[in-house]
């Protein structure tokens, strides 16, 4: 990538996407890799673009009333809010932090992050764009394939390979604190006040995927149900000691706490049998994928 082509996005956002920035940020889509998002971190992130002339750009826009306000101000606020809030928790935590595993996950990288082979829809999507376009939305990185390692306790040390493997504007520096802190919990809460966890139910309103999928999102126990709700629960139940004091975790450990003890046994009953399950998933997968996945 050159200069040239780094404005050439830049014009290409802010003319044809910024306008829808603000109202689809949290979406996540079965088939569109990019909606409305920049794709802008490769080239600031390698001194392509300044983040503060992509800052300047558009608040211009906004300015010429090329754009709403939710969509100017969501964007500044991801850069100069998080992008810039990560970069500081990195260079004043490390060398430390990185070694930081506060809910002392263990699991290793589930084998289909890399082939995509899982009949989970959501997974396999996101999995599926990352593969073919080094990219996916920050929605999918914290709430899909993040969420789901941390439910499963993936190490911190896993998770980051990957993500510093797989996407074309990872830098450590803006990785870890996202990946260690936001989406693992592993700082203890150092940089967010609460786990980002999230049953199915989020992933469902936030998507269309659990339509395409073979589990019943609605279900928590079962055949049929839908791993990440069971994964849930069992998260919240794994950590109770730690997590049951957080006022924002409150509410939650009510309702877990009101369900019957049955209900609740066999919630991680079924959670204890996925998570067998997934460590013994063979390394290449079992479908078509793997076909793929051999080839490359
Ligand atoms: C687990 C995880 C790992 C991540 N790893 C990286 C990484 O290696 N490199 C990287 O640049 N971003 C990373 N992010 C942040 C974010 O996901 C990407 O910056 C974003 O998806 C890049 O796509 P975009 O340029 O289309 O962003 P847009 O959605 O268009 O957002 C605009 C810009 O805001 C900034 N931004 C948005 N969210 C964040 C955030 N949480 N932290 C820092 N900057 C942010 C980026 O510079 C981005 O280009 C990670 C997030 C998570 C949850």
Redesign the pocket.
Known sequence: MTRRQALGDLRH?IAHALVD?GTY?DAISDREP?L???????A??IGLLS?QE?CEAVETAWQAGRAPINAAEG?IR??LG??E???GIYWQRMPGYKQENRLNARRGLPAFYWHGDTDLRCLQRAIEMTRDNA????I???MV??NFALLCGVSPAA?CDW??AV?A????W??L???LG??LYADGGYLGSKPYCASGKYIDRMSDHCRHCRYDVKQVTGDDACPFNSLYWHFLERHRERLKGNQRMKLIYGSWDKMAQSRREAILTQANAFLDRLDTEPPYGRGEHAEGYRRH
């Open positions: 956002f920035f940020q990019l409305y998002h920049s794709r802008l971190a490769a600031m992130n983040p992509v964007f991801q850069i998080w992008r809030y990560v970069r990219y996916a939305h920050h999918q990185r914290l394939t993040g998770l993500y510093l996407y504007d990872a830098f450590e803006v990785e604190p996202n990946t936001m989406t």
